[in-house]
């Protein structure tokens, strides 16, 4: 039987971090001086940093303070290392599909330190194939690299994958990349944006998606 490979996001998919980025992003614009909705940082949140910096303070802004303001976010998201709660369900999610065959391939912003936290919450790593990580590709999501980089990592072809996560870019990315897309609500974003940007089917969270299992596309 050919493989197949599970492809997961991590933040607000798998580990219910979303709304620390928000905070840590929100309190890091504020320490440069800019006052930001956090509903503004939220729609940005699964960007590559850079990337979610233009997106909230747009292109005409001081370039030279990303930097900065990029630093003060990951200083101030780190003082939650040790205590990222994985979402209900999430590594019996993986351990299953590791279980019924796939390959588990986490495909995530993450690096370093933040990485291995996100790991230890999960508390999956004998499910967990492989990696794709920040340091891995060149650009982040929505553009497709992050896929297709664990595609190559699971040695799986795009018809053969699945992609789990949370946003609107997850599901653009996996789009792009030529496989099927599945969200989950957990991370914050309406159900109409994820299945306009690509979703084929929307779950409430790993624990529901793990209940509806063999009517979902990792059937």
Known sequence: MHARAAVFDVDGTLVDTNHLHVTAWWEAFRQAGHRVPMHTVHRAVGLPSTDLIARVLGEDRDKDRDDGISAAHKTLYGQYFDRLPALDDAGRLLK????????????????????????????????????????????????????????????????????????????????????????????????????????????????????????SPLA
């Open 96 to 215: 299953r599909l590791a279980g019924d065959g796939w390959r588990v391939v986490l495909a995530t912003s993450a690096s370093g330190p933040e990485l291995s936290a996100l790991r230890r919450a999960l508390d999956a790593d004998d499910a967990i194939t492989a990696t794709a990580s920040a340091e891995d590709v060149t650009e982040g999501k929505p553009a497709p690299e992050p896929v297709e980089h664990a595609l190559e990592l699971a040695d799986v072809p795009a018809e053969r994958a699945v992609f789990v996560g949370d946003t609107v870019w997850d599901m653009r990315a996996g789009s792009r990349a030529g496989v099927r897309c599945v969200a989950v609500l957990c991370g914050g974003i309406p159900r109409a944006d994820l299945v306009e940007a690509g979703a084929d089917a929307v779950y409430d969270d790993p624990a529901h998606l793990l209940e509806s299992l063999a009517d």
